[in-house]
């Protein structure tokens, strides 16, 4: 809640929160975030779904227990009609909506992963032999490197740090 605060967003226990929101989206690890004293205030068209943990942090039961009715508006989007006609959407059964219900990444996202696997099957090509059975992270400069390729592919140029930028930015000896 601290690091919500002070990078900008509201915080405030989910009793109040539920009377306000549009979207709803849980990502806590815990089960019962959203319950049906939630749902009962709730907006008309609120949108729910989980990011969290497994398909018990929206009390599911809670919400069928309240719906006169209940239907597929698309895959993985469900319309609960409450009893006093407020409708409530509900992602992905409430399971991971990140996994159940991606339609894919995009193409920006999968060319920097793929050139990343790339580059990552070129250094163990050239020094497999030497290295440990681990696991390695990727060096940083090749997120640099990858992500200076893609900026050049979208017509983006940026300064590049100077060979004394450089020495600067890896000797913590000048400063205050």
Known sequence: ALKAILEGHRVMPMDQAARLGDVFITATGMKDVLVGRHFDVMKDGAVICNTGHYDC???????????????????????????DGRRIYLLAQGRLVNLAAAEGHPSE????????QYLALCKLARD?????????????ELDQE???????TMGISIDKLSAEQVAYASDYSAGT
């Open 57 to 83: 942090e929206i009390n599911i039961k809670d919400l069928e227990a309240r719906a006169r009715g209940r239907r597929t508006v698309r895959p993985n989007c469900e319309e609960f009609t409450l009893k």
């Open 109 to 116: 996202v999968m060319d920097m992963s793929f050139a990343n």
């Open 128 to 140: 497999g032999k030497t290295l440990d059975k681990k696991v390695y992270e990727l060096p940083p």
């Open 146 to 152: 990858i992500a200076g390729l893609k900026l050049e």
